[in-house]
Structure formats: structure tokens, C-alpha cells
């Protein structure tokens, strides 16, 4: 058995397990955190703080990002070892939690179209999804750093438009929006309510399995190795 095979199995066996209650607090503290930091965006904005602002509104989309990921696994049947791994290891990836939110909200605005993703379409389209994510993730830093400009040859303060930190600001609140109503749920209508989504959840749930492409290749190797 492979060295890097032989870690994975490891980290996957210590992976956490949480409770149903415990993904639902965990969903509903990332809401109350994103609501929290969208209205902080918007303070900075109509001050003409465009580069926080933008900032803010990037990192208030990484906590709809993670409460996304907590319903996910409150949605899945019994998710074992390796999928809790992978888990708390994108709980972590900033980028990966603002493309999630990218590819479920490409997903609905095609939804309320009437022309629903199919699964090999959100395989084409997931390169524009992390190429949008990554540039999300280096607006997010530059917003607030100051940088060292080559072309110009000396430092400069961040600077970004009014148009700029207003995309970013309405693409936040449009996001957080969406999903908001679920976080000032009770945890009793929470469950009913996932219990309602769990039948759409199975028949759809090729668009939307969040880190299935990597849970299948762990997955594979771990069989093939074993054989």
C-alpha cells in the first residue's frame, strides 16, 4: 500500500464526526455571521471604503460557503469517513468556499430560467467557476493590503471603484438573500424542512454534490489499492 495512501486512510479514520444538531448550530452561526458581515460591507461602502468593502463582502460569501457545506452533510444519508474528512478539510478552503457559492448560484439563476444545469454542464462550466473564485480570493486581499506595484515601481494603497465594491456587496446580500430565511429558523423546523428537500436532494443531487468530484478520486484509489 502507497505512503500518501496509507495517510489519507489516516486522516479520513480521525476525521470528525458531527451530529445533526451540531451541523444545523454550525449552519446557523455561518447565516448569522454572513448577515452580520454583509451589513458591515454596506457600512463601508456608503462610506466610500470600496477596497473593505469589498473584502467584507468576499468573506461573508466564504460563511454562506460553509453554512452551504453544513446543510450538504445534513442532507446526506449516513456520510462516512472520507466524505467528513473532506469536509473539514473545505471548511478551511477559502477559495473553494466561494466557488461553491459561485456554481449554486450559476445553478439557480439557470433554475429560475426554466433551464436547469445538467450534470455534464456544470462539468464545463466548473473551470470559470475557479478561475471566478480564485480572482474573489485576490480581491479579497488586495482590498485590504498594501501592494508592491512592478510596473511602477514603488508601493501603493489599495484602491478599487464604487462600481467594483457595489458588484461584490450585491452579489453578497442576492446570495445571502437566498439562503437567509433558513438561519432564523428553529432547529425543529429546520429538520422538516430538510426532511421536504431530502427527495429533490436524491434526484438532483449530481449538480450539486459539493466535493464529489474529489471523493470519487480518493474514493477509486482507496479501492484500487485494496484490491
Known amino acids: 500500500m502507497k505512503k500518501n495512501l496509507q495517510e489519507l486512510i489516516k486522516k479520513t479514520s480521525n476525521a470528525k464526526e458531527l451530529t445533526s444538531e451540531q451541523l444545523i ?3 446557523k452561526k455561518c447565516m448569522e455571521n454572513a448577515e452580520a458581515l454583509v451589513k458591515t460591507a454596506d457600512l ?3 462610506n466610500k471604503l470600496y477596497g473593505p468593502s ?3 463582502s468576499v468573506l461573508s460569501l466564504e460563511e454562506i460557503g460553509k453554512a452551504g457545506h ?3 452533510m445534513l442532507l446526506e444519508d449516513k456520510p462516512n469517513e472520507l466524505l467528513w474528512y473532506l469536509f473539514w478539510e473545505k471548511f478551511k478552503d477559502h477559495q ?3 466557488r461553491s457559492v459561485i456554481a449554486s448560484s450559476h445553478a439557480t439563476a439557470r433554475d429560475l430560467l426554466g433551464k436547469p444545469l445538467t450534470w455534464q454542464e456544470m462539468i464545463d462550466v466548473s473551470p470559470g467557476f475557479d478561475k471566478l ?3 474573489y480570493h485576490n480581491n ?3 482590498g485590504m493590503y498594501v501592494d508592491y506595484d512592478k510596473n511602477k515601481g514603488k508601493f501603493v494603497i489599495p484602491k478599487s471603484t464604487r462600481q467594483e465594491a457595489r458588484d461584490y456587496l ?3 446580500k442576492k446570495n445571502l438573500n437566498l439562503i437567509a430565511p433558513i438561519g432564523k429558523m428553529k432547529e425543529e423546523e429546520i429538520f422538516k424542512a430538510l426532511m421536504l428537500s431530502k427527495e429533490v436532494f436524491k434526484e438532483e443531487n449530481k449538480r450539486f454534490e459539493i466535493f464529489l468530484p474529489e471523493y470519487r478520486k480518493n474514493q477509486n484509489q482507496i479501492q484500487k489499492d485494496n484490491v
Do not use: V
Request: aromatic letters at 16%; one cysteine or more.
Open 170 to 172: 450585491e452579489f453578497a
Open 140 to 142: 479579497k486581499l488586495k
Open 133 to 135: 473564485a480564485k480572482k
Open 54 to 56: 469589498i473584502t467584507i
Open 44 to 46: 463601508l461602502f456608503n
Open 25 to 27: 448550530d454550525c449552519l
Open 70 to 72: 453544513a446543510t450538504y
Open 96 to 98: 473553494f468556499k466561494i
